[in-house]
């Protein structure tokens, strides 16, 4: 039973337009949530978190937000660059240093 | 830079023979995990340690045994490679400082032919 579902398998977007990346997840214990963005033939690069107390955090053109009612987050890029074209993985922690759970990855393009 | 190294970053082998990945790490971070990346399965753990000679299974650690028997490397064997353990493999270390985020490795592309 997959724990944390990105159910948008890619993503289209033009340049300077908003990104909107879409997380759901089932175990409502989780308190830490993080987004890593992946570029082919690279490992994933840790890009924002979030704590489980908070419901939005922001660096830079990158915001993460948490509605922990509906075990949803979502991350927004703005505005979105080609560089940006990557894919995206939404992942989830219990506490501590318990190993993340990862969703399958949205893959984004950004389009000039 | 997680100031991860893994090796051999890529390797093609036959199906039933033995192989090794390793992750090497500079930091001195007790938690380090292995990861495999497919297509439509996004990240899954194989298995992680969080200490010398302490390790645990992940989501799909059956056909492979890890070992560390130093801090800084962390062992990941496939004991008799078949084609469906063609992925690749990425290396992480949780880094304590900060609020326990995990940093990747750059990845070993296995073919298992």
């Known amino acids: 039973d997959q724990q944390v579902k990105q159910n948008s398998p890619s993503l289209s977007v033009q340049e300077g337009r908003i990104s909107i990346l879409n997380c759901d997840y089932t175990?409502?214990?989780?308190?830490?949530f993080l987004w890593y963005k992946k570029y082919p033939a690279e490992g994933p690069t840790f890009l924002i978190s979030?704590?489980?107390?908070?419901d939005k955090n922001e660096d830079g053109r990158f915001t993460v937000f948490l509605n922990k009612s509906a075990k949803h987050l979502s991350l927004h890029i703005v505005p979105s660059q080609p560089g940006d074209s990557a894919v995206y993985f939404c992942?989830?922690?219990?506490?501590?240093?318990?190993?993340?759970?990862f969703g399958k990855g949205t893959r984004l393009s950004v389009i000039a | 830079d997680a100031g991860i190294t893994q090796s051999p970053r890529h390797k093609v082998t036959e199906t039933g023979t033995p192989v090794t990945l390793r992750c090497h790490q500079t930091?001195?971070?007790?938690?380090m995990y292995w990861y495999r990346q497919d297509p439509g399965h996004g990240l899954r753990l194989i298995h992680y340690?969080?200490?010398?000679?302490?390790?645990d299974k992940g989501e799909v650690s059956d056909g492979y045994s890890v070992s560390r028997s130093k801090t800084e490397d962390f062992l990941l064997t496939l004991e008799s490679a078949t084609s469906s353990q063609t992925s690749v493999y990425f290396c992480?270390?949780?880094?304590?400082?900060?609020?326990?985020?995990?940093?990747f490795g750059e990845g070993s592309w296995l073919t298992v032919v």
């Open positions: 175990n409502s214990m989780f308190d830490y």
């Open positions: 340690s969080y200490g010398v000679k302490d390790t």
């Open positions: 992942a989830a922690r219990l506490s501590g240093n318990t190993p993340l759970v």
């Open positions: 979030i704590s489980s107390i908070k």
């Open positions: 992480a270390i949780s880094v304590q400082s900060s609020l326990n985020t995990i940093y």
């Open positions: 930091e001195n971070h007790r938690y």
